[in-house]
């Protein structure tokens, strides 16, 4: 039987094979070639299927110019490999023969899928579980497995399995099919009665228990019992008994039939609530162990009890208490069973100071750097301990550092030194002999000169007289590999070999195969039924004819993940049929995804209150990736809507680029609302993820609303147009744009403001933003902000109103509410500045699980004229922050530490996401 289906699984491999090679090489293909022709011009019918732009990077020969046979072929397999064709033939010529044409047949792809009578299993979770995918090609067996797949996910629900029928629509003219699946659902049983024993569980923490069998209950009376779905809820809320102490926690589910339906009875086994509790441990230590607990979430075993003690010996260990131990206790009364974790702690060790010894070469600077253990910093707030843990891993830091220096042979011995509070870790340093390089050769290597493949190894580290590394040489021998890549020679490959000689010296060869050089061929995107190829090839940073480089087709896969439009991305190089020789086509395999999407979200400030913010949008307008969007922003004080519309490339460059419309009332100027209309244009040049410039002109419309009768004269705006162009560069080295530990923001930009530009008012506004961000061992995170602007108006003008600074606030100077800060009129109403100067420091620390504190001082001021640095307001504060899925809830408290007659204190602010 084997023997039977192993011959017949060899005949359809070589019929597959022969089929494959008759689509690539038609009847005809053994006959006496064609002589080469002019040509003038390509069409592909029917019309419309292959964009020209598309087309012209697909030609196998320059048009106008001479084609041979081959050429035309080539021209073929391109097309046919975008994988949108089933077939591409070359028509006979015609006439004279100038004109090539080409006739395609469209591949069918699926352009929609409707589920029509789902109503048990939510519409998107039937078509995630299909096969079958909007805007990918029709394949025979996605179809025939479609109905299987419905009944599946039906099933994995908890319902019966329904009957379905499957109606596809004929292809139409560029292949798109409409798929419908017709559902015809089973009914569940009615449930009748659900009653619950929960088994003396706390009201309080029954709570929850009880709201979601009352959910559960009203489902099941509207659309049946589904007691898959009821035992899923159980589990949950067994995982989250057991969570909570109850490690025995059971449930049970018995039911019986009753009058056309079902009636069920839900119970909970408790046994007894287990919990841990420490005496001498401390709190950081404590929740490690019932990390550790939580992880396994089973009672407390003998066992388990002898891991967690283990746990908090070692945890208190790393913490300083280097001879600490822990004696667990279970205790038991009254249907409760508590761990007592009881440490004998002796003295705290601290680092107090840190020496290095046998390091005759290694600097003290550079052996410092290595470890993790150092004296008091930062005003003896960041301290250190000498644990196990951290003394091996500062073991290792030094062993890595002396194989760097070339001493591969060293050793290191650690020991703690001192009694009582203050202690000295001592590294003992046998360096051992030291391996230096003597030559550097390149054996193989012609194509790149040696002067360049000496700079390329000498810029990675190696170089005679150079330590020798291991690590170092195999580095050197990936960029020297990346060298040859960006040459062309894609297939290079660099091999370091070491010879260690009699003086102890190292002669390193980087053996060379270069492999054959090849150019940048044609790019070929496949699997785009939506998305037009123009898409790709505008994000490609090499041309046809450029040196191959491996670098730039990772760039180019990297970009087009990034636009949100494909699932995935592949780019390749492919020799062979489709290239010329010496070339390699680019082939860059896509699959599309859904891109239309909802985004939802709050903001919440002390002074503006909840806001609301929602936002309609599509990534892939016309198959161009036009990303379209509409926004609202809904709040007591403002409000504001906005279209925008945006590509990631313009005239073939990747210039990103979008049009913006908006409307904006606010409320929260003192004494008048203003409200703007606005239309602009912005372009942005990314280098990489981290580096960006940008420049925007903006045309918009300030107009004065509501202005009380008796604001100040200062204060009373008037109607304004303003054209203005603004060019900015950020530098964005953060670790997380939105939850930074370390790294550096840097923002600068100019708003120009001149009448020439379409508005009433001549002016400048300056303005610069830094962050900096570092995270201290053991102690949290210290973040600083510096922020500074300037606007001066000409022309005879006057800067408008809502160009004016207005600082103060929760995200700006927390000793002042919203906008209070800086000049004010014969009322005492905020002004605003034409300067401001911020400085910001923040400490935040981890509290306890999401919950973390914080403690600020704030520094600035706004000024009408120049800023003036003997007039700088002061506050210090206090705060928390708890994280949220929509970012840190915060609620900081400031006080000023030079108030005024007037000025308030302390000032409460709560606000969603950092204060920078």
């Not at 019986?256 to 007894?272: H, N, Q, Y």
């Not at 107090?352 to 005759?360: C, K, L, Q, T």
């Not at 960006?692 to 204060?715: I, M, N, S």
């Not at 207005?806 to 109403?829: M, N, Q």
């Amino acid at each position: 039987m084997s023997s039977t289906s192993g011959r017949a699984a060899r005949r359809a491999a070589v019929a597959g094979v022969l089929l494959a090679l008759a689509a690539a090489f038609p009847a005809g293909a053994g006959e006496a070639p064609l002589p080469a022709r002019r040509v003038e011009s390509v069409v592909v019918t029917p019309e419309g299927l292959v964009p020209s732009r598309e087309l012209r990077g697909l030609l196998a020969a320059p048009v106008p110019g001479s084609w041979d046979e081959a050429a035309v072929e080539r021209t073929r397999l391109l097309l046919h490999a975008t994988g949108r064709f089933e077939d591409v033939e070359a028509l006979p010529p015609a006439g004279d023969g100038k004109v090539l044409s080409l006739r395609a047949v469209p591949r069918p792809f699926v352009r929609s899928i409707r589920v029509r009578g789902a109503k048990q299993v939510h519409r998107q979770d039937l078509l995630q579980r299909l096969d079958l995918r909007t805007w990918k090609a029709f394949g025979e067996e996605a179809v025939l497995s479609a109905p299987a797949q419905v009944v599946e996910a039906y099933e994995r629900e908890g319902f019966p399995g329904p009957q379905v029928a499957l109606l596809v629509s004929p292809p139409g003219e560029r292949g798109e099919v409409a798929v419908e699946l017709l559902v015809e659902e089973t009914p569940l049983p009615r449930l009748r009665g659900l009653e619950k024993d929960l088994g003396g569980l706390p009201w309080v923490t029954s709570l929850s228990t009880r709201l979601k069998l009352a959910g559960f209950r009203i489902g099941a009376k509207l659309g049946g019992y589904n007691e898959k779905k009821l035992a899923e809820l159980l589990r949950k809320e067994q995982r989250r008994l057991r969570t909570a102490g109850w490690k025995g926690a059971g449930t049970r589910v018995e039911k019986e039939a009753a009058e056309g339906g079902v009636r069920a009875k839900v119970s909970l086994d408790l046994g007894p609530r287990e919990a841990i509790k420490g005496k001498g441990v401390p709190r950081k230590v404590l929740r490690e162990v019932e990390a550790a607990w939580k992880r396994r979430n089973v009672p407390l075993s003998e066992g388990v009890v002898t891991r967690l003690s283990r746990v908090a010996t070692a945890g208190m260990r790393e913490e300083g208490w280097l001879d600490a131990e822990v004696v667990p206790a279970v205790r038991e009364e009254k249907g409760k069973r508590t761990l007592v974790l009881t440490a004998a702690r002796g003295e705290r060790a601290k680092v107090a100071a840190v020496r290095f010894e046998g390091n005759a070469t290694l600097t003290e600077k550079a052996l410092a750097g290595a470890v993790v253990v150092a004296p008091p910093r930062l005003l003896g707030l960041e301290r250190t301990r000498p644990g196990p843990e951290a003394i091996e891993e500062s073991r290792a830091g030094i062993l890595a550092l002396a194989a760097k220096e070339g001493f591969a042979s060293a050793k290191v011995e650690a020991r703690v030194e001192g009694a009582g509070e203050d202690r000295t870790v001592v590294f003992a340093l046998a360096e051992g002999p030291r391996q230096l390089v003597s030559s550097v050769t390149f054996p193989g290597a012609s194509a790149i000169p040696e002067r360049e493949l000496r700079e390329v190894a000498g810029a990675a580290g190696v170089a005679a007289g150079k330590p020798y590394w291991p690590a170092g040489a195999s580095h050197a021998a990936e960029e020297l590999t990346t060298a040859y890549a960006m040459k062309g020679y894609d297939a290079a490959t660099v091999t370091p070999r070491a010879v260690l000689g009699a003086d102890g010296k190292v002669s390193l060869a980087f053996e060379v195969a270069e492999g054959e050089a090849y150019r940048l061929g044609p790019t070929v995107v496949s699997g785009g039924f939506k998305t037009r190829s123009s898409v790709a090839l505008a994000q490609a940073g090499a041309d046809r004819g450029d040196p191959l480089d491996p670098a730039a087709l990772a760039e180019l896969q990297t970009r087009l993940a990034n636009l949100g439009v494909f699932d995935s991305v592949a780019v390749r190089s492919v020799a062979g049929p489709l290239a010329a020789p010496g070339e390699k086509a680019a082939v860059v395999e896509v699959s599309e995804r859904p891109t239309g999407y909802v985004e939802y979200g709050v903001d919440l400030n002390t002074q503006r209150g909840l806001e609301l913010a929602g936002t309609l949008g599509e990534r892939d307008l016309f198959g161009r990736a036009f990303s379209g969007s509409v926004s609202t922003l809904l709040g007591k004080e403002r409000q504001s809507f906005s279209g925008e519309l945006a590509r990631p490339s313009l005239l073939g460059l990747r210039l990103y680029n979008a049009v913006k419309a908006s409307y904006t009332y606010d409320e929260t100027y003192e004494g008048f609302a203003l409200t703007t209309i606005a239309a602009e244009l912005g372009l942005a040049w990314e280098f990489d993820t981290k580096r960006r410039v940008t420049t925007t002109y903006r045309l918009e419309r300030q107009e004065p609303r509501q202005v009380a009768p008796d604001v100040d004269e200062e204060l009373a705006p008037e109607r304004v147009r303003i054209g203005s162009i603004t060019p900015a560069l950020s530098l964005d080295l953060r670790d997380d744009p939105f939850l930074p530990t370390t790294g550096w923001y840097l923002m600068a930009r100019d708003k120009v403001s001149r009448t020439f530009l379409g508005g009433d008012v001549d002016y400048d506004r300056w303005e610069l933003d830094g962050r900096w961000f570092r995270t201290y061992r053991g102690v949290g995170t210290l973040a600083l902000a510096g922020r500074l602007g300037y606007a001066k108006a000409g022309g005879g003008t006057e800067l408008p109103a809502g160009e004016r600074f207005f600082v103060g606030g929760a995200s700006t100077h927390r000793g002042f509410k919203e906008k209070e800060l800086g000049p004010k009129g014969a009322d005492g109403s905020p002004l605003g500045g034409t300067s401001y100067v911020l400085l910001n420091v923040e400490a935040r620390v981890p509290f306890w699980g999401s919950l973390e504190a914080g403690a600020f001082l704030d520094v600035g001021n706004a000024y009408e004229g120049r800023i003036d640095v003997t007039d700088l307001r002061f506050a210090a504060g206090l705060g928390a922050r708890l994280r949220t899925p929509v970012g840190p809830l915060r609620v900081d408290v400031g006080w000023l530490l030079d108030r005024r007659e007037g000025d308030p204190s302390p000032v409460f602010h709560l606000a969603l996401g950092h204060a920078f």
